[in-house]
């Protein structure tokens, strides 16, 4: 079931990880262009959104790629992967034909949610390459390359929360794909929008509620991988997708 699903999503796959890899290396690609004055143009809300110095490489990585662009692209992702995994199939009745060949509803799931992992990993890998492949030429080379390896680490992690939120969802409630898509998405912009304008209103601690405080806010661009933050992302991961098994088991398909 695995590999049939990658292979069924091949294009999509490709055309998310694509995607991903050319808008970072455009973005990345503007740093020379970019000068210590440009921050007095920022909007003081956007600062908390992770544009709070855009004169060094690793700041202006972090607002206008790391902190706007991969995010919100590997949020989608997730959310609209996610929400294939289980409720595409049951909304159109394939899944009682699935599930009439000998393999459990766990193994299904779990086996559609690692492809979705695969699918994470790649458009993290495809990010890596465009940040290796301007690195010299865009005057990025002050970024060690565990550097970009740590941050798009915690791209993978973060498309693979939303995609667990996601497939956790549709198979705990059984709703449409649109429905399971829309409320992960919508989850996961609320996060965001909360995430950047929590110090806008003297509530910065509100951050820790969100997956972009653990995603970013620990500077991995500069520190590297950060344990704390993957154990939490994981973590919140592995419970989304356990209740989404649980409560799978538990439904009654025929309804």
Do not use: K
């Amino acid at each position: 079931m695995f590999t049939r699903t990658l292979w069924d999503n091949r294009r999509s796959l490709l055309v998310w990880a694509v995607a991903a890899g050319l808008l970072a290396l455009v973005y990345a690609s503007f740093y020379p262009q970019v000068s210590a004055d440009s921050m007095a143009n920022v909007p003081e809300a956007m600062r908390g959104f992770g544009f709070e110095d855009t004169s060094t490489a690793a700041g202006y990585l972090r607002g206008a790629v790391f902190g706007l662009l991969v995010p919100l692209l590997v949020t989608f992702y997730g959310a609209a992967t996610g929400a294939r995994t289980i409720s595409t199939d049951e909304e159109s009745g394939y899944l009682d034909l699935l599930l009439a060949h000998p393999i459990s509803r766990t193994r299904l799931l779990l086996h559609r949610y690692a492809a979705l992992a695969a699918g994470a990993i790649l458009i993290a890998a495809a990010v890596f390459a465009a940040m290796l492949a301007v690195r010299n030429s865009a005057d990025l080379d002050s970024i060690a390359v565990s550097g970009f390896a740590a941050q798009t680490l915690n791209v993978a992690l973060l498309g693979l929360l939303f995609g667990a939120v996601a497939t956790g969802i549709g198979a705990a409630f059984g709703r449409s794909r649109g429905a399971v898509f829309g409320s992960t998405a919508g989850l996961g912009v609320l996060a965001y929008a909360l995430h950047g304008l929590a110090p806008q209103i003297g509530a910065e601690w509100l951050r820790y509620l969100t997956p972009y405080h653990y995603y970013i806010d620990h500077q991995p661009l500069i520190n590297g991988v950060n344990g704390g933050d993957i154990a939490v992302l994981a973590s919140c991961a592995t419970v989304a997708v356990a209740a989404g098994v649980w409560r799978l088991n538990q439904r009654d398909l025929r309804r």
